[in-house]
């Protein structure tokens, strides 16, 4: 009985120490994606009910910002911040939050934090609202729960950053057709970007499965088109199907919400109306835009590359304008995805009209034919003040004359486009395609390829070495590309974007050089923030990935590797479970055909995730 005083009194002790660390320690600056300059220096600047925000003018742009941070502190501290509209110089001896309109470069912000002065210094409404994100990631993960938290001391590290974007375009993609997701989780969606200073959603709403945008002139494009009669079960092969009618379609009200709600974010929605091909479910409605060789169209069940591609004829290209008027009308954004991509040129090379219109053009070819489609589309939306960005394919048979291209099919059409000088973002497969593999295929959910881990992407550089330093400068940024094949759910969505897509971010947003130990260990922190905003995120993170490469007939060489800094893998070959006394991996290994390698990740001799296994 005696020796249990001690052990209680100690309890209470780690338990206070617990309790207390969180209150007590300055946080260690953990922001993604990394801010261009971060210097720490001693102290805490305390947040309360009572701290005043001086501003020196305020505009909506600037009030709203400041809302943001409001509305945060309300929900998880409880008060907010009183805004006082004054010459921020006049306050220079008090304690407060300062706000300057400093006037610089697009999206830059600085802070310049103290014990007694939180200096915001801004170029715009963009770089102010990124200034207030950074502050949210140096307060305590709590300040993005959704509740009051009790007892939480609201401090900001005192340190000084600069920051500044890399690129102006840093993008995310979300695929709405193959799969349809709520208005509110694609609030959610762009919230969580905005928070990683992502500025661009690419929002997919055409394709052969499903057509998910109201178009008031075809009305018959969602009553009909957003329907598809089942979906392929399984992969797209499988031969399977549900028998299940599966739909849904965004309303032009929804729309304008929706785009109101990422400007205040400073997203600007990028629509994707897909042309010449991934246009069936269009077809299935308005067969007459099909070269007409078959009787009967019908919106795609499984997925993959359809040949009812829309025929270049006047009614088409009617049906287009049209259809563009109203995205136009929709979509304030001066850049307009036209898709492109996966044209197989089959019907076109049946169709009677078709070959006549290459005769009479004097084209070569169907992929001339193709590149003149783009080009007269192009004509009508520069008409209109819109600029096109299209998938590599519009490469093929020459670009249109002030096209974008959104490189995809590895780097060589973001590399060509660049040399002829036309902007480039770059997207490519599979580096930056959050459908493939993020860990193990054999304990991973069905995805498309890969494995693409979180390492890869993070060591990706989007701007290729063959390029000049002048062609280099028509990288413009980058995207990631959530097509949704295998991600029938929000939850999927979000468990195949994050925490990979953090890594994209940071390539969009920051140019310091890649440091992977350092993103990881501040990736650690920012996970804590995702938990808190309820994203689904992988944990893989923290599960030990063991690969076998092929060696001899009779051997593999194996590889066991783990994202979580600071860990050691314990490993076994007998079968048992590895424990934290189980031998520590130190480098590739021999197996033979009778092994099976079961690895765990630990931590001062605890497992801090799942223990993994592989069979020879
Ligand atoms: C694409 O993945 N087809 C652009
Ligand atoms: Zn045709």
Redesign the pocket.
């Known amino acids: 009985m005696t020796n249990r005083i001690p052990h209680i009194f100690s309890a209470v002790l780690i338990l206070l120490a617990a309790c207390s660390r969180p209150e007590q320690a300055p946080q260690v600056i953990s922001v993604i994606p990394e801010p261009a300059f971060v210097q720490q220096t001693e102290g805490v600047f305390h947040l309360d009910s009572k701290t005043p925000v001086y501003v020196d003018f305020s505009d909506s742009a600037m009030l709203r910002s400041v809302a943001f941070l409001n509305e945060r502190l309300q929900k998880a501290a409880g008060f907010t911040l009183d805004v006082i509209q004054d010459d921020p110089l006049d306050h220079g001896t008090e304690k407060g939050i300062f706000i300057l309109n400093a006037g610089w470069k697009k999206e830059a912000y600085n802070l310049q934090i103290s014990p007694s002065r939180l200096l915001i210094e801004y170029a715009d409404g963009a770089g102010l609202f990124y200034a207030i994100q950074t502050i949210f990631q140096l307060l305590p993960d709590a300040i993005f729960a959704d509740s009051r938290q009790k007892g939480v001391r609201w401090d900001v590290p005192c340190c000084s950053i600069e920051d500044a974007p890399r690129f102006s375009y840093r993008g995310m993609h979300l695929d709405c057709c193959l799969h349809f997701f709520s208005i509110d989780f694609l609030k959610k969606y762009i919230d969580i970007m905005a928070l990683h200073k992502v500025n661009r959603f690419h929002w997919h709403l055409t394709e052969d499965q499903g057509w998910r945008l109201e178009i008031k002139k075809y009305p018959l494009l969602t009553e009909k088109g957003q329907w598809r009669k089942e979906t392929v079960i399984g992969s797209l092969n499988s031969g399977f199907y549900d028998g299940t009618p599966y739909g849904g379609y965004y309303s032009q009200d929804e729309v304008r919400e929706l785009v109101k709600y990422a400007a205040e974010r400073y997203v600007t929605i990028i629509p994707e109306i897909e042309l010449p091909g991934h246009a069936l479910a269009a077809i299935a409605c308005y067969p007459e835009l099909s070269?007409g060789l078959e009787d009967h169209y019908e919106t795609a069940t499984k997925w993959g590359i359809f040949k009812q591609v829309y025929?270049?004829?006047e009614e088409t290209f009617k049906f287009l304008e049209d259809v563009f008027d109203e995205v136009f009308e929709l979509f304030p954004s001066e850049l307009i995805h036209i898709g492109g991509d996966e044209c197989p040129k089959t019907?076109?090379k049946q169709?009677p009209?078709?070959q006549a219109l290459i005769k009479k053009l004097g084209l070569k070819d169907e992929f001339e034919l193709q590149s003149w489609f783009i080009q007269r589309m192009e004509k009508y939306i520069n008409s209109k003040g819109r600029q096109i960005i299209g998938w590599d394919e519009i490469l093929e048979g020459g670009l249109a004359p002030n096209a974008k291209v959104m490189s995809w099919l590895g780097e060589e059409g973001g590399i060509k486009s660049a040399q002829q000088h036309h902007e480039v973002v770059m997207a490519p497969y599979p580096k930056y395609y959050l459908d493939y593999w993020q860990a193990d295929p054999e304990s991973e959910p069905l995805a498309m390829g890969g494995p693409t881990t979180l390492r890869t992407m993070y060591e990706y550089n989007p701007v290729p070495e063959v390029l000049t330093p002048e062609e280099q400068k028509y990288i413009i940024g980058v995207e990631g590309c959530v097509w949704t094949e295998y991600m029938p759910t929000p939850a999927r969505v979000e468990y195949m974007a994050w925490p990979r897509m953090c890594a994209i971010a940071e390539a969009g947003w920051s140019s310091r050089s890649k440091d992977w130990d350092g993103f990881t260990r501040r990736l650690e922190k920012h996970l804590g923030r995702l938990d808190r905003l309820d994203v689904g995120y992988c944990k893989a993170f923290y599960d030990p990935f063991i690969e076998l490469h092929k060696d001899t007939t009779y051997s593999k060489i194996a590889t066991i590797s783990v994202d979580a800094p600071d860990a050691e893998i314990h490993f076994t070959l007998d079968g048992s479970t590895p424990t934290g006394e189980s031998p520590v991996y130190t480098g590739p290994f021999v197996i033979n055909r009778q092994q099976t390698v079961k690895a765990g990740a630990f931590r001062d001799g605890k497992l801090i995730g799942n223990i993994k296994y592989k069979n020879f």
């Open positions: 070269c025929c270049p004829k019907s076109w169709c009209h078709c």
